[in-house]
């Protein structure tokens, strides 16, 4: 099918192109987001289960091009707030140029419902989180790639929500879509060429007339480089993607990848599937490669046509469930944040990154776009209030929706200098500027039983260790973002604290044997890898200080001993903070769980006259990727947390337990002894402090193959090999959990109807596990092999509160064979009591203090 532009179909194509997405719903609100190719006066009404209106909103649409405008409608309770236990439903009446439409006409019939299966539910729907935690259903997941190798996992959340549509309790509550929503980078080349031109003809009308966005440093607009051709371009702007020849620039292109991303209203069509124009792109690539550079002709030797098309097959696969994603997002409340692939891969991961790209005009121009398609499409359904204008000063994000609503290409280049203040883009490569006129990405939802803390650690992070190291992802300087971002939440107030960290925390052992071993990783992978910076590893400052921030938000109880004491003490009760914190991330294209015990009777950087002890549980839950697996990530599903190449793999410790302790002490202090019984005959060695504290982390290990704070490169066999000779202040132990169960579950489940009057507690939870498809069983030995799930996959969210008894968080991963009608899923039952020392005990030295 030959291409064409989708100026000629656009009259015919539904006025709503992509959406609705439900986003942040509250009580008193609830606010959903669209595009549109025309403009409209947008009124959303919600009606409960008997059909009566119960909020409405109006809101005009922000004509960010002539054919392209968006909009984030809130409503708000004409009466009484919204309830839990009620199946919700809304509508739009759009007031159109010509005439106006409900829902149902502006998206010509589009399956947004889900009444084939549940009668009376043919609009989009949603129900509040129940009060009772046990209940509440949480989904969360990262990383999707529209040419990932595949199926996309994020559709089986569709099947999920079908089963327990008319169920208000059973149905899923939330969805937390944690990075790299789209892959600005890394664009498959057929693709590529739909997105230009359907950004272009959105935002500027007819392509083959309009005028167009012109970057910095170029003379014409970005279609006319084909991909390969943007290769020299942004590798000279300090770019470090491996895969930038198809790399998005404009910001027509961004906004098109979200729509495309989203939606399947703009994808061509050819039959049942999505047309493609794979033949005509390979035929300019070879037609151009004449005049071509040397860079461009290697880039092309080296993803030559087989992989085109090889892409566009998997592109394909993306577009076949792509209703099911347009439709599950119409019915949850979807809360996002950015990574680093919504602008591109490795953005402000190291500081040479940023030294080369802030000092450049293209690619500030180019991160510009990426931010402002963000904020228009992932960050105005976070916060909606801010962009909606204020009583007295505006807030950032209205102001940013004034610069675009109406404007040109030509209004937007003149602006470009005030929009980058907006969406803030750094004026200085080393940190990003405090300024109060500045769009701010983290927010917090804030639910009945539970807080979501949603961080930004991709645009404030620093390098104080210089470059190529670690940054520090919430960092003291220049504004304090542990207290702005977690600390200064509103208070818990007895909820369970979920946090979202877009990196691990911290990273499994191959990720972290890379990154304490840079010269071996550039030896056997050919390159630096700046990914393996892009983590919290353990010990760092970083780290330490980010445990000591989230157990700040723990409530402090009465206890007659210190967490690190061994007997019950006979002083007056003590204060001390006590509880679980959730970490929710993605980003490396494998799921698994984890569990830290952290135990101080001094934190981390405490004061000597204000000590707070604590006894916290930290539970690491990650779901990634949607659609990104790889090889390598396969090899990780099969092996587990000791998988590896295996020319690497003698560089990746066992999976066991780890230990650490640390202290607040000054440099020079001698903490702990290290017996070298091979290389000294049995000789006891002293382990100082090298620097000064609070440089590094004082921390040491203890456990086979860990790395210590103080010696970086030393490595250990076994903690019966050290003696500390001081207390320690802190200790903390992380364990890697394997799952407990394993099963298959069909896409057709049959439907969990509504709990019946009356019904039973038990009965009621039976009902509820047959929606969740799993029966919790905490067997502490396993009855799973499942270690990392490295093929597509979504991981789901659910507690288990039991009064008198230690508490539990479920997580459950789901993913799919592409040769297999169902799915398979692994749960890991995630130990909540901080004060175990049975089935966690600590990992001790030889001898202690």
């Known amino acids: 099918m ?153 559709a089986l959340l569709d099947v999920l929500i079908e089963q327990a549509a008319a169920n208000p309790t059973a149905r899923p509550h939330q969805l937390l879509l944690t990075g790299d929503q789209i892959y600005a980078d890394d664009v498959s080349a057929a693709l590529l060429k739909l997105l230009t031109d359907a950004g272009d003809t959105l935002l500027y009308g007819d392509p083959s007339k309009a005028s167009k966005e012109i970057l910095p440093v170029l003379s014409s607009p970005v279609s006319t480089l084909p991909p390969y051709w943007r290769y020299d371009l942004l590798n000279s702007a300090g770019f470090t993607s491996d895969d930038m020849r198809s790399h998005l620039m404009s910001l027509s292109e961004y906004l098109a990848m979200y729509l495309f991303t989203w939606s399947d209203v703009l994808w061509p069509i050819d039959g049942d599937s999505t047309a493609l124009p794979v033949d005509e792109v390979i035929q300019e690539l070879e037609d151009g490669l004449k005049n071509a550079s040397d860079s461009i002709k290697k880039q092309w030797k080296k993803h030559s046509e087989d992989e085109i098309r090889s892409d566009a097959k998997d592109v394909k696969m993306h577009y076949a469930t792509l209703f099911r994603v347009r439709r599950l997002l119409a019915n949850i409340p979807t809360a996002m944040i950015c990574d680093d692939h919504e602008i591109t891969d490795d953005w402000n991961m ?241 799921g698994f769980s984890a569990r830290l015990k952290y135990r101080a009777n001094r934190r981390f950087e405490d004061p000597v006259t204000q000590p707070q002890p604590a006894s916290v549980i930290f539970a690491e839950l990650v779901a990634s990727s949607f659609k990104k697996q790889n090889k390598q990530t396969i090899m990780l599903h099969k092996e587990g947390y000791t998988g590896a190449p295996w020319i690497a793999s003698e560089y990746v410790p066992p999976h066991k337990e780890e230990g650490y302790v640390g202290f607040n002490l000054p440099a020079g202090t001698v903490v702990a002894q290290n017996f070298q019984a091979v290389a000294d005959a049995g000789a006891w060695h002293d382990m100082e402090l090298q620097r000064a504290f609070p440089a590094v982390v004082p921390t040491i290990v203890l456990g086979s193959e860990g790395v210590t704070g103080v010696q970086p490169d030393q490595h250990f066999a076994d903690q019966h090999n050290i003696r500390l000779l001081k207390p320690p202040d802190f200790r903390y132990r992380l364990d890697y959990l394997q799952a407990d169960k394993e099963d298959w579950q069909p896409t057709n489940p049959p439907p969990v109807p509504p709990f019946s009057p009356g019904m039973s507690r038990q009965d009621a939870i039976k009902q509820f596990n047959q929606a969740t498809n799993f029966y919790r069983d905490y067997n502490y030995k396993g009855t799973s092999k499942q270690q990392i799930v490295g093929l597509n996959n979504i991981g789901e969210i659910t507690f288990e509160p039991r009064q008198g008894n230690p508490s539990f968080v479920n997580h459950t991963l789901r993913w799919k064979l592409e040769d297999s009608s169902a799915f398979a899923w692994a749960t890991y039952n995630v130990y909540l009591d901080p004060d175990d020392d049975i089935v966690y005990p600590d990992v001790t030295a030889d001898s202690e203090p």
């Open 2 to 154: 030959a291409f064409s532009s989708i100026w000629n179909r656009l009259i015919g194509l539904p006025y709503v192109l992509a959406g609705p997405i439900l986003r942040k719903v509250t009580p008193s609100s609830v606010t959903v987001w669209l595009a549109l190719r025309e403009t409209a006066k947008v009124t959303l009404t919600v009606k409960d289960d008997h059909g009566a209106k119960v909020a409405e909103g109006q809101h005009d649409t922000v004509a960010v091009g002539v054919n392209l405008h968006i909009v984030a409608v809130t409503a708000r309770p004409t009466g009484e707030n919204l309830k839990e236990g009620i199946i919700y439903q809304y509508d739009f009446n759009f007031v159109l140029t010509h005439g106006s439409a409900d829902l149902n006409n502006a998206t010509q019939s589009a399956s947004l419902g889900y009444g084939a299966n549940s009668p009376g539910f043919a609009l989009p729907s949603f129900a509040l989180p129940p009060s009772d935690l046990s209940k509440v259903r949480i989904f969360h997941g990262s990383c999707r790639m529209p040419h990932g190798s595949g199926p996309d996992a994020l």
């Open 350 to 590: 190291t500081l040479s990154f940023c030294r080369a790209v802030y000092n450049n005009q293209l690619a500030r121009r180019v991160i510009q776009n990426g931010l402002v398609a963000y904020a228009l499409c992932q960050h105005w359904g976070n916060v909606p209030e801010a962009f909606d204008k204020g009583t007295s000063t505006a807030p950032a994000g209205f102001n940013l929706l004034s610069k675009l609503d109406g404007k040109n290409a030509a209004d937007y280049t003149n602006n470009s200098s005030e929009i980058q203040k907006i969406v803030g883009v750094r004026s200085a490569p080393d940190h990003r500027d405090t300024d109060p006129g500045s769009l701010t990405y983290n927010y917090t939802l804030e639910g009945t039983t539970y807080q979501v803390i949603v961080t930004d650690t991709r645009t404030w992070r620093t390098f104080p260790d210089g470059d190529n190291a670690t940054g520090h992802f919430l960092p003291a300087v220049p504004s304090d973002q542990l207290k702005i971002q977690i600390m200064d939440a509103p208070a818990l107030n007895g909820r369970a604290l979920l946090v979202v960290l877009t990196t691990n925390v911290p990273p499994t052992q191959p990720i972290r044997s890379a990154e304490r071993n840079p010269w071996k990783t550039r030896k056997f992978g050919g390159s630096a890898h700046p990914d393996i910076y892009d983590a919290w590893d353990l010990p760092s400052v970083a780290f330490d200080r980010l445990l000591v921030a989230l157990n700040t938000k723990l409530p402090i109880v009465k206890s007659n001993k210190l967490p690190l004491d061994k007997n019950v003490g006979t002083n007056n009760d003590k204060d001390v903070r006590k509880g679980a914190v959730i970490l929710l991330s993605g980003d490396v294209h494998h």
